[in-house]
C-alpha cells in the first residue's frame, strides 16, 4: 500500500490538521515508510509459530509477575468527598460536557 499526496492531504483535513507543503512531503515519507514496514512483516512465514505472551519468552522462562487480587484497606468516601465542589448520594457530580 502506498499513499500520495492527496492522501495526506484528505487524512489531515479529516483530522482538523493545517500542514505545510513541507509537512505533508515529511508526512508522506513517514506513512509510506510505515506501511512498507508492515508489508514486509506480512511477507514473513509463520506458520506454525506460537505466539509469545512477552518478548523475552523467546529466550527464558518468565512466570506470570501478577499479584493475588484482595481487597485493601477501607476508604472513607465521605472524607475524600469532602474538597469536592458537588457531591449527591455519595458521588461526585461534575458539569455536564456533552450536549
Known amino acids: 500500500m502506498s499513499l500520495n499526496s492527496q492522501d495526506i492531504a ?3 483535513r479529516l483530522a482538523r490538521l493545517e500542514l505545510g507543503p513541507q509537512e505533508s512531503e515529511r508526512m508522506l515519507t513517514q506513512l509510506n515508510g510505515f506501511f512498507d514496514l508492515v508489508e514486509k512483516m506480512r511477507a514473513v512465514d509463520t506458520a506454525g509459530i506460537e505466539p ?3 518478548p ?3 529466550v527464558q522462562d518468565i512466570p506470570l509477575r501478577l499479584r493475588e487480587d484482595v481487597a485493601g484497606e477501607q476508604v472513607d ?3 475524600n468527598q469532602k474538597s469536592a465542589p458537588a457531591v449527591e ?3 461526585f457530580l461534575v458539569p455536564k460536557v456533552i450536549e
Do not use: K
Request: glycine share 6%; net charge positive; no cysteine.
Open 52 to 54: 509469545l505472551a512477552h
Open 10 to 12: 484528505r487524512i489531515a
Open 56 to 58: 523475552l519468552d523467546a
Open 77 to 79: 468516601r465521605e472524607a
Open 89 to 91: 448520594r455519595g458521588l
